[in-house]
């Protein structure tokens, strides 16, 4: 049984504040992680996707990944009330063509 | 711009009444899924096409069927929607050979309410 697992939270930051977003994944065969965001009502919409042990920049945005822990994480730098959202973290078990499985979701509340 | 549209964006029936849900894409990718979101859960994968090769969950209700007409456009049929059915429909699409990362983009999905 595939699982991905993240926090529910509510996770509350201030605004300007670095946000941690977590997510661990029961397949060691997992090859592909992707962030997705989503707004309440809203479809998910890609923010991050990572590959390879380490780190992925993209503006404010960090993917870390370790896939010896079975871990993969986003960082949110200078947190935005306008990042006030859900976001999934899903997995791609095998390449060459698979299904995503998705976790539940963390709320991420920004305060200003 | 291309992207994956999906009609209607709300949708209300009554109990027992049939409804068809729309996908299409510009995109041109092979791979279309259907997935089901309930409120405050992880989206619930029903089926998926890869080209003209339809693939159906283990766990999805055979009150649920799909069609793909052709590259473009993809349906889902509730044939007779109960209460529990009522969701937020979303229809993604992938390339997996032209994108080795397997990126899913997803339409604006379909509200459905059932009465």
């Known amino acids: 049984q595939k699982e991905v697992e993240q926090n529910s939270g509510p996770l509350s930051v201030p605004e300007g504040a670095i946000a941690s977003l977590n997510c661990t994944y029961s397949?060691?065969?997992?090859?592909?992680f992707f962030w997705y965001r989503q707004y309440s009502g809203k479809s998910p919409e890609l923010i991050m996707s990572?590959?390879?042990?380490g780190d992925k920049e993209d503006g404010r945005f960090t993917a870390q990944l370790n896939k010896a822990s079975q871990y993969v994480s986003l960082l949110i730098r200078d947190s935005q009330p306008s990042d006030s959202a859900t976001y999934l973290c899903?997995?791609?078990?095998?390449?060459?063509?698979?299904?995503?499985?998705f976790g539940k979701g963390t709320m991420l509340l920004v305060s200003p | 711009d291309a992207m994956v549209i999906q009609n209607p964006r709300y949708q209300v029936t009554q109990f027992g009444k049939p409804v068809t849900l729309s996908c299409s894409q510009t995109?041109?990718?092979?791979?279309m899924y259907w997935y089901q979101q309930k409120s405050s859960q992880a989206p619930k994968l029903l089926f998926h096409?890869?080209?003209?090769?339809?693939?159906n969950e283990a766990d999805t209700p055979d009150n649920f069927q799909s069609r793909r007409p052709n590259t473009s456009f993809c349906f889902l049929d509730i044939r007779s929607p109960g209460l529990g059915d009522a969701a937020m429909y979303l229809c993604?699409?992938?390339?997996?050979?032209?994108?080795?990362?397997?990126?899913?983009?997803f339409g604006p999905g379909t509200r459905l309410l059932v009465l």
């Open positions: 993604a699409t992938s390339s997996p050979y032209r994108d080795s990362q397997e990126t899913q983009y």
């Open positions: 397949d060691r065969g997992s090859q592909s």
């Open positions: 990572i590959y390879s042990n």
């Open positions: 899903a997995v791609i078990v095998n390449s060459g063509y698979s299904t995503l499985t």
């Open positions: 995109l041109n990718h092979n791979v």
């Open positions: 096409y890869y080209d003209k090769d339809f693939n």
